[in-house]
Every structure is written in structure tokens, then in C-alpha cells.
């Protein structure tokens, strides 16, 4: 981890009490929590587990956050982590020598390190380089995205992954404004492209949207889960189970699509939200949505 990162707060895993209700269906098999983060997921599976003879292999593309992972979890005896992303699975099982797994869960929400640790970019309330790689060993950055490509592409990514109205009109202004260096620069040149009401209406922060579709491009996520979700079924043992936390309709389009449509899946019961309990507790969690699917 970077060192000079200041960070101080711990990630709250949404729905877990869910995740694990519904997950664990033996308790000596095989898990993969594919989106570790700070470990939290994980280690609600690994007790619930406990000493039965189940293990649970954690893997993340963060190597920083990752190391948060290693040092919460280290008590753990049947934890095992490593830095893959998630649609590198084939890989990595076919290293490990497994070749089913009895469940699979995936958590597509930016961690609150991600959101929160210094100098990582992701988060349009701190002034910082425009980064937003979730993988810090990348090539693409947030700044390459935003002062490299051209205006028609930049517009479509706004709107198709931010699902952001006046995608053109920012489009237009970030061209008109560049270079911009940071987050903070960024935040100021989506508000002089939307309309003042937009700014002070809407129920959420007016770059969020234009944000979320910076990120997705750079980390190329729902490609990511599009590939994901094709090739999971193949390595889920018969009645393995497939659990997927989304946080936006985009992702949860995809998601719902495989669960109904995949001859290998039959998806048990409809989506799961958190309760007004647990977003009073963890406003974050708000728009969640836990689908889960059985291999048949």
C-alpha cells in the first residue's frame, strides 16, 4: 500500500447478512469472494465456514487495498488472498488446481478506500489528480480519458455509462477547458455545462453521474462483469451459487439478463435491497441490489 495514503476510515460490506444467508448453502465448500476490498464479505464467510473444512479464496485487482484485506483477515486459517481481478478467475483456479467452486460473489461497488484513501481520484468531494484506477498498476487514468479523447466519444461514455442528460454539453465543455489536472477541476467544468437548476435540484451531487461514467471507462467494469458473468456458470459446482451486488441500473441490467437467460442458472427468488435499518446505518448502501443465481 502506499504509505503516504491518508485513510482512516473502515469499509461497512453492504447486505451482509444477505450475502452470507444466501451464499453459504455447505459449509465445507469452496468460496471465492471476487471483490475482496477490506475484507469484510470475506471474513463473514470464512466464520460462517468456520472449521468445517470450507475455504474461501479472496481476490482483488487493489493491491492497496488488498494489503487492508491481508491484516484484517490474518486470522483467518482458511482465507486465502491474491491479486487477480475477477474476470482473471480461470486463471487463477486453474493455478490453485480447483476446478469448482460452490459460490462466487461479487461486490461491484467502489470501496470507501477507493472513495476515501488520499490521492486516488475517485471521489468528486477532494481535490485530487483525476486517477479513478481501480487497478493502480494500469495504463488508462481518469486524466487520459478526459484529456485525450474526442468530444463524440467522450459524450456517448457520459451518457451511455452515466446515463448523464446533458452528456453532450459536457462533453463539449471538458474539450473546451483542457488540460484539466484534477478532480476539482473537473467537478467545476461539468457545473458551468449544466443548467443552474440541475445543479441545486438534483437529489444527488450533479457530477456524480458524469463520475460513475469516468470510472466505468477506466476500468472498463462493465465489460468486466459482461465477461464475467458468461464464464462464471463453468466453474460452479451443481447447486454452486452465484451472488452479484450491483449499484446502478447498468450493472444490474447485466446481472438480471444472465440470471434469467442462462441455461446454466436458475436465479433464486427476485433482488434483495438493504433494509431502511442499514441504510439509516450506512447511507451508502441506499441503492444496492443483491441478485442470486444457482448452477443447475
Known amino acids: 500500500m502506499n504509505m503516504n495514503r491518508v485513510y482512516s476510515e473502515r469499509h461497512i460490506p453492504v447486505l451482509l447478512n444477505e450475502v452470507v444467508e444466501w451464499l453459504i448453502w455447505k459449509e465445507d465448500g469452496v468460496y ?16 460462517r465456514i468456520g472449521n468445517s473444512g470450507g475455504r474461501v479464496i479472496g481476490i482483488d485487482v487493489d493491491s492497496e487495498v488488498l494489503e487492508i484485506a491481508e491484516r484484517n483477515l490474518k486470522a483467518y486459517p482458511n482465507v486465502q488472498l491474491f491479486k487477480f481481478s475477477y474476470v482473471e478467475l480461470p486463471v487463477l483456479l486453474s493455478l490453485l488446481q480447483v476446478h469448482k467452486v460452490d459460490g462466487l460473489l461479487v461486490d461491484l461497488g467502489v470501496s470507501t478506500y477507493q472513495l476515501k484513501a488520499e490521492g486516488r481520484g475517485f471521489s468528486f468531494n477532494q481535490d485530487e ?9 494500469s495504463d488508462i487514468t481518469a486524466y487520459q480519458v478526459i484529456n485525450t479523447y474526442p468530444e463524440r466519444q467522450l459524450a456517448d461514455i457520459i451518457y451511455n455509462y452515466g446515463e448523464e442528460p446533458f452528456s453532450r454539453r459536457i462533453a463539449r465543455s471538458i474539450v473546451e477547458n ?8 473537473l467537478v467545476e467544468v461539468i457545473k458551468k455545462a449544466i443548467p443552474y437548476k440541475e445543479v441545486h435540484n438534483r437529489k ?19 465489460e468486466n462483469i ?11 459446482s ?18 438480471k439478463h444472465t440470471f434469467r437467460n442462462d441455461e446454466r ?13 442499514e441504510i439509516s446505518e450506512n447511507p451508502r448502501s441506499r441503492s444496492a441490489k443483491l441478485r442470486i443465481a444457482e448452477r443447475i
Open 265 to 277: 442458472l436458475r436465479q433464486l427468488g427476485d433482488f434483495i435491497v438493504p433494509s431502511l435499518e
Open 204 to 222: 444527488r451531487h450533479f457530477a456524480t453521474k458524469t463520475f460513475q461514467a469516468i470510472r466505468i471507462e477506466v476500468n472498463k467494469e462493465l
Open 226 to 236: 459482461t465477461n464475467f458473468l458468461s464464464l462464471a456458470p463453468e466453474y460452479l
Open 238 to 255: 451443481p447447486g454452486g451459487r452465484i451472488a452479484v451486488i450491483s449499484f446502478h441500473s447498468l450493472e444490474d441490467r447485466l446481472v
Open 129 to 137: 489528480p483525476l486517477d479513478m484506477r481501480m487497478n493502480i498498476e
Open 178 to 185: 483542457r488540460p484539466i489536472q484534477t478532480t476539482k477541476e
Open 32 to 47: 471465492v469472494d471476487c471483490t475482496v476490498g477490506e475484507g469484510g464479505h470475506t471474513q463473514a464467510i470464512a466464520e
